[in-house]
């Protein structure tokens, strides 16, 4: 069966330093990761994803995420926080079986606090 | 291209009562996903539909059901409504060209309470 799950339910960092939000997974055979982000009163914004290939995986608004094989870890990165990146943030993985890629499983989520 | 669209945006019921919530997917996307989101169990996925079929389900009871439109337009069900059916009521489309590797884009939601 596949899972994700997210430690922390909130991270607090201050605006213009680095942020991380964690998330472990448990998959059998390669996992299919994505990170989505979501402001309140609103659907999940896609951010980035893991499929193959490099482990460092650049996405949307200065989002990047590492995937870590051996310690089966997919954590969030930015450089820089800004106020607006405050928002909940969901780890999650896709089913992979045949005709069940379209089912996601999704981590608890995690509340991210920017303060300025 | 516009993004998923789901109406309507809020609801609110009572119970015993059914509802019928729409989604409308991007243009050229043929797969729609269902999910709820509530505090208590977080982003549980309902049911998928491509050409028309029921692909996957989710542990939901038979009350929450679904359809797709030939223009891949898709409807959810929820009959003899609970308490605990109030919940963000999310839609996300994919192309199904690259499966795997695919993105399911989601909607802004429909927000059910029911009293």
């Known amino acids: 069966a596949q899972s994700v799950a997210q430690p922390e339910d909130q991270v607090n960092v201050a605006e213009g330093n680095p942020l991380t939000v964690k998330c472990t997974y448990s998959v059998s055979g390669n996992p299919y990761l994505f990170w989505y982000v979501q402001y309140p009163n609103r659907g999940l914004q896609f951010l980035l994803k893991?499929?193959?290939?490099?482990?460092l995986v650049k996405g949307s608004y200065g989002f990047e995420a590492e995937f870590n094989k051996s310690q089966t870890s997919f954590h969030l990165k930015k450089p820089s926080a800004l106020v607006s990146d405050s928002a909940l943030y969901f780890c999650a993985v896709r089913d992979r079986g045949l005709y069940n890629f379209n089912k996601f499983y999704f981590g608890s989520g995690t509340k991210l606090n920017v303060k300025p | 291209k516009a993004g998923v669209t789901q109406t309507p945006r809020y609801l609110i019921k009572t119970r015993g009562q059914q509802v019928t919530l729409s989604c409308s997917p991007i243009?050229?996307?043929?797969?729609v996903s269902w999910y709820q989101q509530t505090p208590g169990q977080g982003l549980q996925f309902l049911f998928e539909y491509f050409s028309e079929t029921q692909r996957n389900k989710g542990n939901f009871p038979g009350r929450f059901s679904g359809r797709q439109f030939s223009n891949s337009r898709s409807e959810m069900n929820v009959s003899t409504l609970e308490l605990g059916d109030s919940a963000l009521y999310l839609c996300?489309?994919?192309?199904?060209?690259?499966?795997?590797?695919?993105?399911?884009?989601f909607g802004p939601g429909t927000r059910l309470t029911v009293l």
């Open positions: 893991y499929i193959t290939g490099d482990n």
């Open positions: 243009s050229g996307h043929r797969s």
């Open positions: 996300a489309s994919s192309s199904y060209t690259r499966r795997y590797t695919d993105t399911q884009y």
